[in-house]
T-cell receptor, first 112, second 112 residues
Framework: SQTIHQWPATLVQPVGSPLSLECTVEGTSNPNLYWYRQAAGRGLQLLFYSVGIGQISSEVPQNLSASRPQDRQFILSSKKLLLSDSGFYLC???????????FGNGTRLTVT | GESVGLHLPTLSVQEGDNSIINCAYSNSASDYFIWYKQESGKGPQFIIDIRSNMDKRQGQRVTVLLNKTVKHLSLQIAATQPGDSAVYFCAEKRNSNYQLIWGAGTKLIIKP
């Protein structure tokens, strides 16, 4: 069976510090990978999407970047965090464009 | 712009009764719809999906109904249990577009 791991679960970082959130998927190959952000009590906003190693599509211009160094690894980064980067970050994978997304348990990021 | 939305932000249901959560979508070209359940502090969990060539699909205690004429999607939960308490999101997608369009979410509260 497939599993998705996302860490850390919670993170408190000062403004201006770097960020690296990691996500890995097990039990499948060549998945579509996604990074979402969710504001409190709101829906999900797609940040980045990847169909393969080194292929990243960005949906929202912002202070964040994503990389896919390996088939089942997806990393969300920032060089300098802003207060507005606080939120709940979710990694997800899917087999195809028309199959369900399966989410990790998220990282609660607080920028202080 | 095109969007998926929910009629009710909060739904209170007596334990043991059936729950119906509704969702409206505006893009008639959407051909894939998904329901997710999100518990507090966790990532969304896939419940059930339906393609536009169907009008009904059943899972374990859940049924999704799709009415393309009025662009309406609903999730029915039979014999609601305390563990069903969560926020429920609908999402839609067009075949040519990898991005899921998410509704705002409905919070389901189970009364003992």
């Amino acid at each position: 069976s497939q599993t998705i791991h996302q860490w850390p679960a919670t993170l408190v970082q000062p403004v201006g510090s770097p960020l690296s959130l990691e996500c890995t998927v097990e039990g499948t190959s060549n998945p579509n990978l996604y990074w979402y952000r969710q504001a409190a009590g709101r829906g999900l906003q797609l940040l980045f999407y990847s169909v393969g190693i080194g292929q990243i599509s960005s949906e929202v211009p912002q202070n964040l970047s994503a990389s896919r160094p390996q088939d089942r690894q997806f990393i969300l980064s920032s060089k300098k965090l802003l207060l507005s980067d606080s939120g709940f970050y979710l990694c997800a994978w899917s087999r195809t464009d028309l199959s369900p997304l399966h989410f990790g348990n998220g990282t609660r990021l607080t920028v202080t | 712009g095109e969007s998926v939305g929910l009629h009710l932000p909060t739904l209170s249901v007596q334990e043991g009764d059936n729950s119906i959560i509704n969702c409206a979508y505006s893009n008639s070209a959407s051909d894939y719809f998904i329901w997710y359940k999100q518990e507090s502090g966790k990532g969304p969990q896939f419940i059930i999906d339906i393609r536009s060539n169907m009008d009904k699909r059943q899972g374990q205690r859940v049924t999704v109904l799709l009415n393309k004429t009025v662009k309406h999607l609903s999730l029915q939960i039979a014999a609601t249990q305390p563990g069903d308490s969560a926020v429920y999101f609908c999402a839609e997608k067009r075949n040519s577009n990898y991005q899921l369009i998410w509704g705002a979410g409905t919070k389901l509260i189970i009364k003992p």
